[in-house]
Structures are given as C-alpha cells and as structure tokens.
C-alpha cells in the first residue's frame, strides 16, 4: 500500500518535470523593439482568442460580495451565510452557531472546512469551526466564497460537504479611515480602521472591532451575553513586478455566558446547571508570498501560527497551529494549467480537563502532510474544461488518504453552462473521538443516568463518494440561475457503540454509521430595473441514515435534524438620492427530531448616504417573531436560546 | 477502519519525494508555455510607445522615483501581457509598476488606465474612477472617444489602429508628442 502511493507521488512528481524539462524556451512576448510603425502593420488574427475566463467552473459556487453584506443588514459572517443556497445556519444562543452544507448540521459541524484570508480555522479538538472566533470587520470583507460538496477545494482533508473561504480587501483598497458604530436591541459594535502607505509599495491597515452582545430569549431566562475585543493588520507590499508579499494578523480576547448542564453522580437528577462566562483568547500571523516566474508560472508560499485558549468549567485548551503551504501553478501545453503543492500542518495542545471532558493523553502534538495535484484541461476551442486532480494526505490518525476528484465544464455557448462532478473524500476523527472520555448528562425520558463516551484509538476516517450535477443558464445579462443536484455516499460515519453498561452506560466512538443524502439547491438573480435587484435560493435536502444495532446515536437526530427545505428571497432598491431599501424572506423547514419548528423571517434594511463618505442606515432583523427558536445542541450540553427581534442603528464613516 | 500507521522514516521519503517535486519546479519552471494571443501582446506594445510619447503634468509624480504606474481596470487578464513587456524597462530614471483590477477607489494614482471592450466607460463606477486620476486612458470599447477617453484602439482588417481625443488630453493637461498624434486618426469635434 504505501509503496504504492510514494509510486504514485514519485510519477506524478515525475511527469510535470519531465516536460518542463524537454520544453522550456521562453516564448518571445516583448514586442516593444518595434516601432510604432511596425506595429501597425503587424498582424493579428481573430479578435476572440484573448485567454477568457469561463464564467462557469465546475462546482456548487455562491459568492457573497461585500455590497451582499452591507445590504443585507447582517451584523455578523454566519449572518451573511444565510443568503447561501445548500447551507443551513442556525443560531444556538447569542455566541454559538451550527453551520454546515448538504447536511449533519451542529454547534460542531466536522464537515466543513473554513478558511479566513487563508488561515484554516478548524479546531482540531472538537473537529469543526468555532463561529464566536472566526470574525473580523466587516467592512473590510472583500468577498466569501463558499463551495458545497467535497473536491471544490485543492486543500484540506475535512472540506468533506463543503468549503467557506473568507477574503478580506487589499490593503490598496482600505486605503484611509473608517469608524463604524452599530448600536440596537440585541448588540453594539463599534469598529475602526485606519489604511496607510509606506512609499510606493507597501500599503496596509489596522482595525479594532469591539462587540458586546445582550442576551437572547429563553424562557427559563438566558446567560449568553458576551463581549469580545479584537484588533488586527494586514500588510501588501510589492516587492518588485514579480513578488509580492502579504501579512496579516490579529488578537482577540472576550468572555461570552453560556448556561450549561453538567453530569454528576449524585441522584436523582444526576445533573447541575452552570452560569458561567466563558474566556476566549486567540491570536495569529500569517505570512503569503506570492512569485510570478514567468507569464505562465506563479509560485506561492503561504505560513501561519495560530494560538486558541479557551477556558470553561468542564474544559480548559491552549491549541497552536503551524502551518506551511506551497502551491504552483503552471500552464503546459495542450491547453493543460496544472497546480500542485504540497502542505503541512502540526498542532500542539494541551488541557486542564474534568469529569465532563478528559481527552488522554492531556498533552499532545498531532501533524498533518498534504499534497495535490490537479490538471484542468481546456479542450474543443475552450468550450469544454476536464478537471482532474487528487489530494494526497498522510496524518497522524489514519494514516494515508487519497481523494480523488474529476470534473467536466460544458460550456458551448455563454448562455449555457453544464457541469458533472465526482469526488472522494474523507474526514479525521476529531482528538476527542480518538482517545479520552466524555460524559453526557442525562436526558429524560430516555436516559436517567449520565452515558460516558470512551475514545477509540481504532478509528477509521469518515468517507464520502460524491456526485454532484450542475446547469447554469445566463439567457440574458440580467437574469441567472444555477441548479444543482447531488448524491451523496457515506461510509464508515462516526457513532458509538456500547461496550459496558456499569458502573456508567458506557459507549466507545466506532464507525459505525451510514448514510446517503440527496439535494437541490437553487440559486437565482434578477436585475428587473437598473436599481432593483431580485435574488432567490432554494434547497432541499433528504438524508438517510443507517446505524448498525447497539449504536448510541439517534439516526433522526441526522435524518431531521437539517432542514428538508429552505428559502431565501432578496430583493435589493436603489432609490433616488442615494437611499437604499432592502428586504430578505426567509423560510426554514422544522427540524422535527429536535422539536424546532420551521420559520419565515424577515429583515429590513434602509440605507442613505447623504455623501460620499458617510453611510447611514436602520435595520430590522427577524420581524416576524419576538422570538424563534432554531436548533438545539448535541453535544455539549449548553441552554439553546431563542433568536430574537432586533432594531438597530448603523453609520459608517470613510475619511 | 484499517490503519496504515507509519514509521517515521516513510513519512520522511514521502517528504523527500514532495520536496524534490518543488526543488525540481522551480528549477525548471523558469520558461513560459502560455501562447500568448498575438493582439495583446501587440497592444502591449503600443501601450508602451504610448508612454514614451506622453508628457504628464509636472504635479502627478509626487517624487523623483515614484514609479510609473500602468493600470488595468477590472478584472483582466491583460495585465500579464504588461507584466511580461514593461517589465525591467526604465523612462526617464523611473520603473514601471503594472497594477491590475484598478478600481475607482485606486485609480488616483495611475499614469495610464487600460479598459478592456466590455467596459462601459459611462458606467458610474468607471467614470468616478476616470475622474478621480490624472492618467492617459487607453480603451477598446467602440464609443471610447466619444464617452471622453484619450487613446482608442480599433482594428482595420488585421491590423490594429488608434485614434484620438485631443480635447480630453486638454482637459487632464497631457501632452502627446506629434509623433503619436501623426500616426493616429484625430477625432474632432
């Protein structure tokens, strides 16, 4: 097996060299020793064979650009997602969310992969994205992309459903000051920015960002106010025609409440409820240099170190990542761009731990080794791209992974795009799954005692077989829309099993668990009138578990807890003198084995900007209910809360 | 649920392997493959003519070797051809700097903005971004010169053209040598 892959590696190592190697002369594309005269008489053949950008590429893609944001009303990213078809976004209480495409949708969603400038954010204990951290201001968002489905991304052995890549704007573009301040019923946030240059080529900025969120709703009455402080910098300088150089960083620190439910071993309710404030403190720097060798060459180098502490009663983390990438791209011939690039990662962890948390060993250091290769192909005069491609992993878990994908781009004419994608990919099992032990307060009626989770070392990975379908139609310049289908193969799942029943039930992590989803997702957008657009998305979802006999987990927890069907209309108006006025339907189906119920929501959003520098604006967000409940934990067990009616003011300032 | 744990030393071959990968890129990664389309390359070219033959306002080069900026509005994949003509080139004691995805709240400090045909130069956004810089712009779009750009290109059969408009060259105080405005079609108004 593992000769096989270093075979595998060393040919695919191999073959770019080779014909780099037998074909390297530089095309000659200066032109510049020729007169003006000269150039004149030169000539040139058909207007259309500029290299152009296909306008479709094959992949489940939706793009929220920063006017997205800023008319949306949003005050936060997991807000923006919202407006993403095949993504579900449910708020937990006032700090914690669950977010996750095509399904299996928790406060710890393991399957998804985010990326902020670059820097992945998953948290390797709990195996998914810490949403109260991972935020920046918002105004300096130059785009998010977000990709559902496995194989969109070239990185990564956990962008399993899909991928969340956050961009901020070029220091070039945030040139100048910026103070921001939001003030309503549910949150205050003032943030600041200042853009400058040093010389001709190196631009940058600093921002701070302050956050202080009230409570949300829940009748038992909610602990969930937080306050969160962060400051941070970027940095672009233009070393010389060639290189160019990125850094960025930040530091944050805040406390946000939680209510939680611990297990104790005293009857007869075996359980105690904890106000607390939870610390967060974080920090990191990230440092992308990016080569251009020639026309067709570009070479980039990407590292960052990233510091999570955490501290609540029944755990306490200090986690820090390091991180290298380097990535090449470069065009062949035939029509072929080839990237490949090679990554790797270690974490270094350690933790106070409790009755309710005790991973084992209590310290430890875990590695990661990457590499991809893929090869778009553009084949019948541009009109078809065949993308092939495979990442490569080696962890400290499983082992080798391969995953591979392929995908093929029909685009005959503009108006008309269609695409087939099949990928495989896998999951790690998180640090908590592989060795320690969790103990779960009991939930009545169904369970009386506290249940114990025991890691298992034996762990496999999770793995998917994907398929996935996709049609773009742009009939015209002001409407389009993209449907998309896919079918999904899991295997190998993470549930539990049961391996004692005293002096605690006791359960062990076993992949034991599988399952098939299928889906829609639908994405549109209308331009009616030059100052009026219409933007819906559509999905449905439909998934089907099977667990074999004696598992802990509940398949209906899987089964109905991502929502069957989901909605979003926007519509977006520019009034005359510079007066905005948007609005956003929203519909999410009842996630029945939770006991949520579906909801519409609506938010409304009036903008004016009495000049150039200075935006002014009012927001109402979920009109609809005083308040409305959207998911419950799984996990741990913190109080969910209820997401409330919110007003709020809002000026931003450019000077 | 089979687990492949490996001893250390073939994670180190696997190592040596990636690495040898890298090390042989950018050996051998030094030639460009792409076949460039002969038009941009040509248009390249006259660009770079363009700026020799141009005189800017004493005021929009702030200091002695403040580069000469040439921008490319929007997203463009033209700015690699720049890139690959401009580059290691000097005029008067100043560098090039090529700036692609110039936008309206960049385009202050360009010498030369290039705007590609599907750009609408009425468009508010580019407009704002033509009015807010000093630079000598060079489009494609038909109706370049009349919606107030300074250098158009067009195409005769085969070959490619330009023509002028003295009167926005007037407005932003740029001069173009009589070399340029001799080859050129002079739109007049």
Not at chain 1, 469 to 481: D, H, K, N, V
Not at chain 2, 29 to 52: C, I, M, N, T, W
Not at chain 2, 163 to 177: D, E, G, M, V, W
């Amino acid at each position: 097996m593992r000769q096989g892959v270093l075979l595998v590696v060393a040919v695919l190592a191999l073959l770019p060299v080779r014909v780099w190697g037998a074909d390297s002369l530089p095309a000659p594309n200066d032109l510049t020793h020729l007169s003006l005269e000269e150039l004149m008489n030169v000539e040139v053949t058909s207007v259309s064979k500029k290299k152009q950008k296909l306008s479709g590429s094959a992949a489940a893609i939706f793009v929220i650009t920063q006017d997205d944001i800023r008319r949306s009303g949003v005050t936060s990213i997991p807000e923006a997602l919202r407006m993403v078809p095949g993504l579900h976004v449910a708020r937990l209480d006032n700090n914690k969310w669950a977010i996750s495409a095509r399904g299996f949708n928790s406060r710890f969603s393991n399957k998804m992969l985010v990326l902020l400038d670059g820097r992945n954010v998953y948290n390797s204990f709990f195996a998914g994205t810490i949403w109260e951290t991972t935020d920046t201001l918002l105004e300096d968002i130059e785009r998010i992309e977000v990709i559902r489905g496995p194989g969109g991304t070239l990185w990564g052995v956990n962008a399993v459903n899909g991928v969340i890549n956050i961009i901020t704007k070029h220091t070039q573009r945030t040139q100048g000051g910026l103070v921001s301040g939001l003030g309503g019923s549910e949150e205050a946030i003032v943030g600041a920015r200042y853009g400058g240059k040093v010389g001709d080529d190196l631009s940058y900025r600093l921002f701070v960002k302050s956050l202080h969120e009230s409570t949300e709703f829940n009748q038992a009455g909610a602990h969930d106010d937080g306050r969160i402080l962060r400051g941070g910098f970027r940095s672009d300088w233009d070393i010389d025609a060639h290189n160019t150089l990125m850094t960025e960083g930040g530091l944050y620190s805040g406390d946000v409440g939680q209510r939680v439910r611990l297990p104790t071993l005293t009857a007869p309710a075996f359980a105690r409820s904890v106000d607390e404030d939870v610390e967060m403190r974080g920090g990191h720097i990230l440092l992308k240099w990016d080569r251009r060798i020639s026309e067709g060459s570009d070479l980039s180098f990407q590292f960052f170190y990233d510091r999570f502490y955490r501290k609540e009663t029944v755990v306490e983390m200090t986690i820090d990542t390091v991180d290298f990438e380097l990535q090449h791209r470069v065009a062949l011939p035939l029509n072929q761009d080839v990237v490949w690039g090679i990554g790797y990662r270690q974490w270094f962890d350690d933790f106070r731990t409790s009755f309710t948390i005790a991973p084992a060993p209590r310290s430890k250091s875990f590695r990661v080794l990457n590499g991809f290769i893929q090869d778009e192909i553009r084949l019948f005069d541009d009109e078809a791209t065949l993308t092939v491609g495979s990442k490569i992993s080696h962890n400290d878990f499983t082992g080798f992974e391969v995953q591979p994908s392929g995908r093929v781009l029909w685009q005959p004419v503009p108006q008309h795009a269609w695409w087939l994608a099949a990928s495989r990919a896998v999951r790690l099992p998180s640090r908590a799954a592989d060795n320690g032990a969790i103990v779960q307060p009991p939930n009545p009626p169904a369970l009386t005692v506290p249940v114990r989770l025991m890691g298992n070392r034996r762990l496999g990975p999770e793995s998917l077989i994907a398929f996935e379908a996709g049609y773009r139609l742009t009939p015209i310049s002001e409407l389009s829309i993209d449907v998309i289908a896919f079918y999904n193969l899991y295997d190998n799942l993470i549930d539990s099993k049961r391996i004692a029943l005293s002096p605690l039930p006791t359960f062990q992590f076993s992949n034991n668990k599988e399952a098939r989803t299928h889906g829609v997702e639908v994405a549109s957008n209308l331009q009616i009138l030059e100052s009026w657009q219409i933007r819906g998305a559509y999905t449905y979802l439909n998934i089907d578990v099977e667990t074999e006999r004696g598992a802990f987990g509940f398949p209906d927890r899987d089964e109905q807890g991502s929502p069957h069907h989901q909605a979003s209309l926007r519509s977006l108006l520019s009034l005359p003198h510079n007066v905005e006025l948007d609005s956003w339907l929203r519909f999410v189906d009842g996630l029945p084995s939770l006991s949520v119920p579906g909801y519409w929501e609506l938010d409304v959003r009036l903008g004016w900007r009495p000049w150039e520098s200075l935006e002014l604006s009012i927001a109402g967000l979920n009109l609809l209910d005083t308040h409305h409940p959207e998911m419950v934990p799984s996990f741990l067990q913190t109080q969910a809360n209820e997401v409330q009616r919110s007003i709020y003011g809002k000026m931003v300032w450019n000077f | 649920m089979i687990r492949h744990r490996l001893p250390s030393r073939c994670v180190n071959s696997f190592c040596t392997v990636l690495l040898a990968v890298v090390m042989g890129s950018v050996v051998f990664s030094g030639g460009a493959f792409a076949d460039s389309p002969r038009e941009y390359q040509v248009k390249a070219a006259f660009l770079y003519h363009f700026v020799q033959f141009t005189e800017w306002p004493e005021h929009v080069f702030t200091g002695p070797d403040m580069r000469i900026r040439i921008c490319v509005y929007g997203d463009d994949p033209f700015a690699e051809y720049l890139v690959g003509t401009f580059m290691g080139k000097m005029l008067h004691a100043r560098r090039f700097r090529i700036q692609p995805r110039v936008s309206a709240s960049t385009s202050h400090s360009c010498h030369v903005i290039f705007l590609n045909r599907e750009i609408d130069a009425t468009r508010p956004d580019v407009r704002r971004a033509l009015q807010r810089s000093q630079a000598l712009t060079v489009g494609e779009a038909d109706d370049f010169l009349e919606q107030g750009g300074m250098i158009q290109f067009y195409r005769v059969e085969k070959n490619i053209r330009f023509a002028i408009n003295p009167n926005a060259l007037k407005r932003k105080q740029i001069r173009l040598s009589s070399k340029l405005l001799r080859l050129a079609r002079v739109k007049s108004k």
